[in-house]
Protein backbone atom coordinates (compact mmCIF):
# COMPACT_ATOMS: atom_id res chain seq x y z
CA UNK A 1 0.00 0.00 0.00
CA UNK A 2 1.46 3.82 -1.13
CA UNK A 3 1.22 6.72 1.40
CA UNK A 4 -1.71 7.97 -1.10
CA UNK A 5 -3.78 4.94 -0.47
CA UNK A 6 -2.93 5.14 3.25
CA UNK A 7 -3.79 9.10 3.35
CA UNK A 8 -7.30 8.23 1.37
CA UNK A 9 -8.04 5.75 4.00
CA UNK A 10 -7.39 7.83 7.11
CA UNK A 11 -9.97 10.85 4.76
CA UNK A 12 -7.38 12.84 3.85
CA UNK A 13 -7.63 14.55 0.44
CA UNK A 14 -4.64 14.73 -1.45
CA UNK A 15 -4.02 17.09 -4.68
CA UNK A 16 -0.72 16.85 -6.44
CA UNK A 17 0.47 17.74 -9.94
CA UNK A 18 1.88 15.06 -11.47
CA UNK A 19 2.96 15.96 -14.93
CA UNK A 20 3.30 19.91 -14.21
CA UNK A 21 4.65 20.02 -17.83
CA UNK A 22 0.54 19.53 -19.01
CA UNK A 23 0.28 22.61 -17.31
CA UNK A 24 2.18 25.91 -19.01
CA UNK A 25 2.80 28.58 -16.82
CA UNK A 26 0.51 31.07 -18.67
CA UNK A 27 -2.18 28.27 -18.32
CA UNK A 28 -5.81 29.81 -18.23
CA UNK A 29 -7.61 26.65 -16.05
CA UNK A 30 -7.82 27.07 -12.47
CA UNK A 31 -7.56 25.27 -9.64
CA UNK A 32 -11.34 25.25 -8.22
CA UNK A 33 -11.29 24.07 -4.50
CA UNK A 34 -14.57 22.82 -3.15
CA UNK A 35 -16.53 24.83 -0.78
CA UNK A 36 -15.90 22.40 1.94
CA UNK A 37 -12.06 23.05 1.36
CA UNK A 38 -11.31 25.57 4.49
CA UNK A 39 -7.61 24.77 4.60
CA UNK A 40 -5.29 25.13 2.07
CA UNK A 41 -1.67 23.25 2.98
CA UNK A 42 0.95 23.77 0.70
CA UNK A 43 4.57 21.65 0.70
CA UNK A 44 6.18 19.97 -1.59
CA UNK A 45 5.29 16.59 -0.63
CA UNK A 46 2.14 14.85 0.61
CA UNK A 47 2.41 14.10 4.22
CA UNK A 48 3.53 10.23 5.24
CA UNK A 49 1.52 7.97 7.67
CA UNK A 50 3.53 9.93 10.83
CA UNK A 51 3.23 13.02 9.50
CA UNK A 52 -0.50 12.35 8.78
CA UNK A 53 -1.24 11.65 11.94
CA UNK A 54 0.42 15.06 13.47
CA UNK A 55 -1.44 16.89 10.52
CA UNK A 56 -4.84 15.69 11.78
CA UNK A 57 -3.85 16.41 15.04
CA UNK A 58 -3.32 19.95 14.20
CA UNK A 59 -6.40 20.47 12.44
CA UNK A 60 -8.34 19.16 15.40
CA UNK A 61 -6.87 21.75 17.31
CA UNK A 62 -8.19 24.33 14.81
CA UNK A 63 -11.74 22.30 14.78
CA UNK A 64 -11.45 21.41 11.56
CA UNK A 65 -11.51 17.63 9.89
CA UNK A 66 -9.54 16.19 7.29
CA UNK A 67 -12.25 16.19 4.72
CA UNK A 68 -12.07 19.69 5.21
CA UNK A 69 -8.36 20.55 4.39
CA UNK A 70 -6.43 20.08 0.71
CA UNK A 71 -2.68 19.84 -0.19
CA UNK A 72 -1.20 21.65 -3.35
CA UNK A 73 1.94 22.25 -4.12
CA UNK A 74 4.15 25.43 -3.99
CA UNK A 75 3.77 26.03 -7.88
CA UNK A 76 0.39 24.94 -8.34
CA UNK A 77 -0.74 28.15 -6.08
CA UNK A 78 -0.49 30.47 -9.05
CA UNK A 79 -3.42 28.51 -10.54
CA UNK A 80 -5.45 28.50 -7.64
CA UNK A 81 -9.23 30.10 -8.75
CA UNK A 82 -12.09 30.95 -6.58
CA UNK A 83 -12.43 28.88 -3.07
CA UNK A 84 -13.67 29.28 -0.14
CA UNK A 85 -10.58 29.01 1.90
CA UNK A 86 -10.62 30.34 5.90
CA UNK A 87 -6.56 29.02 6.30
CA UNK A 88 -3.21 28.57 4.34
CA UNK A 89 -0.88 26.63 6.01
CA UNK A 90 2.94 26.87 4.50
CA UNK A 91 4.70 24.12 5.50
CA UNK A 92 8.61 24.25 4.52
CA UNK A 93 7.55 26.40 1.54
CA UNK A 94 8.04 30.39 1.48
CA UNK A 95 4.64 31.61 2.44
CA UNK A 96 2.21 33.57 -0.04
CA UNK A 97 -0.31 35.72 1.41
CA UNK A 98 -3.74 34.96 -0.23
CA UNK A 99 -6.55 37.81 0.23
CA UNK A 100 -9.10 37.25 3.07
CA UNK A 101 -7.16 33.76 4.44
CA UNK A 102 -5.60 33.40 7.72
CA UNK A 103 -1.65 32.36 6.64
CA UNK A 104 0.18 30.09 9.11
CA UNK A 105 4.00 29.35 8.53
CA UNK A 106 5.94 26.24 9.89
CA UNK A 107 9.22 24.10 8.62
CA UNK A 108 7.70 21.17 7.06
CA UNK A 109 5.52 18.43 8.99
CA UNK A 110 8.78 15.87 9.26
CA UNK A 111 10.95 18.95 10.99
CA UNK A 112 8.08 20.30 12.90
CA UNK A 113 7.37 16.78 14.09
CA UNK A 114 11.12 16.88 16.49
CA UNK A 115 11.33 20.65 16.61
CA UNK A 116 8.87 21.61 20.47
CA UNK A 117 9.72 25.85 19.26
CA UNK A 118 8.28 25.08 15.96
CA UNK A 119 5.50 23.58 17.20
CA UNK A 120 5.02 26.45 19.83
CA UNK A 121 5.12 29.27 17.29
CA UNK A 122 3.08 27.21 14.97
CA UNK A 123 0.38 26.97 17.72
CA UNK A 124 0.60 31.14 18.79
CA UNK A 125 -0.06 31.57 15.08
CA UNK A 126 -3.16 29.76 15.43
CA UNK A 127 -4.03 31.31 18.26
CA UNK A 128 -3.49 34.90 17.29
CA UNK A 129 -6.02 34.14 14.66
CA UNK A 130 -8.95 33.34 17.37
CA UNK A 131 -8.22 35.94 19.46
Known sequence: ?????????????????RHPVVFPENMTTAITLPPSCKLLFVSESAPNDHEAWLFGKILASMKLTPEQALR?????????????LEWSWFSGVSAHALPNVKA????????????????????????????
Open 1 to 17: MNDLQRLKEMGITVWDI
Open 72 to 84: LPPRALSALGEHS
Open 104 to 131: LSSPSLSALNDDQNAKKALWKQIKNYEN
